[in-house]
Nanobody
Framework: QVQLVESGGGAVQAGGSLRLSCAASGGTVSTYHMGWFRQAPEKEREFVAAISRIGGVTYYADSVKRRFTMSRDNAKNTLYLQMNSLKPDDTAVYYC????????????????WGQGTQVTVSS
């Protein structure tokens, strides 16, 4: 089973940038579909972005398109989420997740999750 550890969260002002990292062990990110999700207080967990196991095809939620960029560094076995033009509504705990097969856009059955990293955006 792959273990995932997020890092890179913090507090920034609106308009700022952060890069989140998700380091994998016990598995290889290039052999998993990978996704980023977030959860704000008192809200349901929300899909942010995903990348396919084969081909590295990315897909983004409408709320983050043109602001967030997901990428994968196979040599470092690490997933990234570059977040630009951050807004207060982006404040949440961000999680990375993985699944070995299936439809990478099916958010309901990602079995492997990290512990989350807090992102706080102030106005």
């Amino acid at each position: 089973q792959v273990q995932l550890v997020e890092s890179g969260g913090g507090a920034v002002q609106a308009g700022g940038s952060l890069r989140l990292s998700c380091a994998a062990s016990g598995g290889t990110v290039s052999t998993y579909h990978m996704g980023w999700f977030r959860q704000a207080p008192e809200k349901e967990r929300e899909f942010v972005a995903a990348i396919s196991r084969i081909g590295g095809v990315t897909y983004y939620a409408d709320s983050v398109k043109r602001r967030f960029t997901m990428s994968r560094d196979n040599a470092k076995n690490t997933l990234y989420l570059q977040m630009n033009s951050l807004k207060p509504d982006d404040t949440a705990v961000y999680y990375c997740a993985g699944k070995p097969s299936g439809n990478y856009l099916n958010w309901a059955n990602y079995p492997y999750w990290g512990q989350g990293t807090q992102v706080t955006v102030s106005s």
